[in-house]
């Protein structure tokens, strides 16, 4: 990292993930941490605005609670900026950063259901509840748009087949398909967060994921004319 004296750093081009290293040293150095992170915002801004207006809208929140949240997620970015581009599945980092940054987000706008404000931030693993078909895709980095298209439709599909199920059904079937991996289980932390949200046992949550597993699989057969 440059410690070179601030007039000396184009911020405006250096890469986002310097922004955030940058950010990270804001006690050593928080005059270049805080140009950094108003380039950050900068850059990040739109998205995460649009994003945050699209995710309250679901949830009828209005503009106003939407640029809230948008702000609540960079103060978030600005006291733990954890991300880490070694665990970044995207091939473009700035994309990576977005789904890091969305997942905050949308952790943002659950903790405000319960408390009306902002929740203060806590360095806690980035990793939140997956609501619906649209937050999976999110997840998934997938960088062409053909295979993107094909992915949502199948997962619209799916996600008809839940609709015939309770909400909680949804939430972990999706959760469940963004973090688990082939031959692995789903992170300790997932768990226990569909535990605390959803206000269930853990016995329950692999009860309520394996009814609508079965759903989903019974569900395409029908529709795929097999049975």
Request: aromatic letters at 12%; proline letters at 2%.
């Amino acid at each position: 990292m440059n410690t070179d004296t601030n007039q000396n750093i184009d911020f405006e081009k250096m890469p986002s993930v310097e922004l955030l290293e940058y950010i990270s040293f804001k006690e050593e150095f928080p005059a270049e941490a805080q140009l950094a992170f108003v380039q950050f915002c900068y850059r990040f801004g739109k998205d995460i605005k649009q994003k945050s207006e699209i995710y309250c809208n679901k949830y009828r929140y209005s503009e106003v609670v939407a640029l809230e949240i948008a702000n609540c997620t960079f103060a978030r970015v600005w006291k733990y900026p954890t991300f880490d581009k070694e665990k970044s599945k995207a091939k473009d980092l700035d994309k990576g950063i977005l789904i890091w940054m969305y997942r905050i987000l949308y952790t943002q706008i659950i903790k405000y259901g319960k408390q009306n404000n902002c929740a203060e931030p806590t360095e806690e693993e980035d990793l939140s509840l997956v609501n619906d078909a649209e937050e999976l895709v999110d997840t998934l980095n997938i960088e062409n748009i053909e295979a993107k298209r094909e992915i949502v439709a199948k997962l619209k599909t799916i996600e008809n087949a839940l609709a015939q199920l309770t909400e909680k059904h949804r939430i972990i079937y999706f959760t469940y398909r963004a973090y688990q991996k082939e031959g692995k289980k789903v992170p300790r932390t997932i768990t226990k967060l569909l535990r605390e949200k959803l206000s269930l046992t853990q016995k329950s949550v692999n009860t309520y994921y394996g009814d609508a597993n079965r759903h989903v699989h019974n569900y395409l057969n029908i529709t795929n004319g097999k049975v």
